[in-house]
Every structure is written in C-alpha cells, then in structure tokens.
C-alpha cells in the first residue's frame, strides 16, 4: 500500500480502537490479553498504540484500574467505568448511523 492509504486506514481505525476496548473491557482485562483478543477480532493493534490508550481512557474516567498480584507477576486489569459504559453505548449508536449511511451511499452506486 501506500503511504497516504497508509494514513487514511489508520485514521479510520484509530476511534474504533476505542470502542473496542470500551466494549471489550466491560469484562476486566489486562493489556497484553487485550492485545490478544482485539487482534482475534480484526482489530490488528502494537503494545505502543494500546497501553497509552488505556492510561488515556483511565485519566479520562472511562475506564478503571486495578493491580492483581496474585500471580507471579503483577497485572494492571482494567474494566469499562459506568462513564465508559455510556461512552461505549453512544459511541456504537453512532457507529451503527454512520454505518447505515455508508451503506446507503454503497447502494447508490450500485
């Protein structure tokens, strides 16, 4: 591909970064199984994009951290805060116009 498609795919998959994550982590994740399940979803996404994303999100209110030591090594888990939720929800409301409206340009043309 080239460089300015390059730009214009990530721009368009950057906001849907977010909502991922917000409706993903409605169940407490971590970030590397994270990292797991966006990709396994279609959401290709590197370490470098995702865990500023989430110190972002947690800064903003929309999600929660917590430590778990449990285990050998600790993990920051996050969950979706009810800020989130609401987020979340109006975001796919949103998504789920533009997507009509995408479509009914699409059918347009055909």
């Given at each position: 591909m080239n460089e300015t498609l390059d730009t214009h795919l990530?721009?368009?998959?950057?906001?849907?970064?977010?909502l991922a994550c917000l409706q993903l982590l409605r169940t407490a994740g971590y970030g590397y199984?994270?990292?797991e399940q966006l990709d396994a979803r279609g959401f290709a996404t590197d370490a470098n994009t995702l865990y500023p994303l989430l110190r972002r999100l947690e800064k903003q209110g929309y999600l929660t951290s917590e430590w778990n030591t449990d285990e050998a090594r600790p993990r920051k888990f996050y969950r979706t805060s009810e800020a989130g939720t609401r987020l979340a929800d109006t975001l796919t409301d949103e998504w789920r116009?533009?997507?009509a409206a995408i479509a009914s340009l699409t059918a347009e043309e055909n």
């Open positions: 990530q721009e368009l998959r950057r906001g849907t970064v977010v199984g994270l990292l116009a533009l997507t």
